[in-house]
């Protein structure tokens, strides 16, 4: 099963989690955007379509504005094939904790439940999304909720390098995803009543 990771905004640097997850899980790849310093709503999601496109039911990976992009794509496209999410510190484009040309594009996030299982991680000190609105959102968004504590942005600079924490979480959303693709081989037309 593909894992597809898609870092927000200027990519994920070589010793962050999602670098390291791409070059340690079989069958990883990340979406590339064209411009990371630059970040296009539009553009972004054309990019992450065709990556989902061409790997159907691959499980995503997003950090930051990529998590919320992960939304829009949801919000926008709910008939593709995606097998789960884990949304790992979301960014809040309204919350304007930063002025990046481009980020409140990103705005409002997508208010609609999501099609496949996932799970949205959030920090008590992360500078670009509260922690309570990262909980209305999950609920909005229909995913599980784990609040990582004191854990800034989850990235290399409030210590997070490999994030073993993190790779148990994925894990437990691919066994769910190969839970599920096991029933529906065994039971291809759903249950059966009476």
């Known amino acids: 099963m ?6 927000g905004l200027y990519g994920s640097e070589p010793a962050h989690w999602q670098s390291r997850w791409e070059s340690e899980i079989d069958d ?7 411009d990371w310093n630059a970040p296009d709503l539009e553009r972004w999601l054309a990019a992450l379509r065709r990556h989902v496109e061409a790997r159907p039911g691959a499980v995503l990976v997003g950090h930051s504005l990529g998590s919320t992009l992960i939304a829009h794509l949801a919000a926008r ?13 979301p960014a809040d484009p309204e919350l304007r904790a930063s002025r990046i040309r481009g980020i409140t594009a990103f705005g409002p996030v997508p208010d609609k439940p999501f099609s496949f299982p996932a799970i949205v991680v959030a920090s008590r000190t992360d500078p670009y999304m509260r922690i309570e609105r990262a909980r209305v959102i999950a609920n909005m968004w229909d995913a599980a ?11 290399v600079a409030s210590g997070h390098g490999g994030w073993p924490a993190g790779l148990r979480l994925l ?3 691919l066994a769910r995803r190969a839970r599920a693709a ?4 065994r039971h291809p037309t759903g249950l059966l009543l009476g």
Request: proline share 5%.
């Open 145 to 155: 909720f784990i609040d990582a504590g004191d854990a800034g942005h989850i990235n």
């Open 2 to 7: 593909t894992v597809l990771i898609v870092p």
């Open 77 to 89: 496209h709910p008939d593709l094939d995606i097998g789960g999410a884990l949304l790992v510190a």
């Open 28 to 34: 990883a790849a990340r979406v590339e955007q064209d």
């Open 171 to 173: 894990d437990r959303l």
């Open 182 to 185: 096991a029933f529906w081989q």
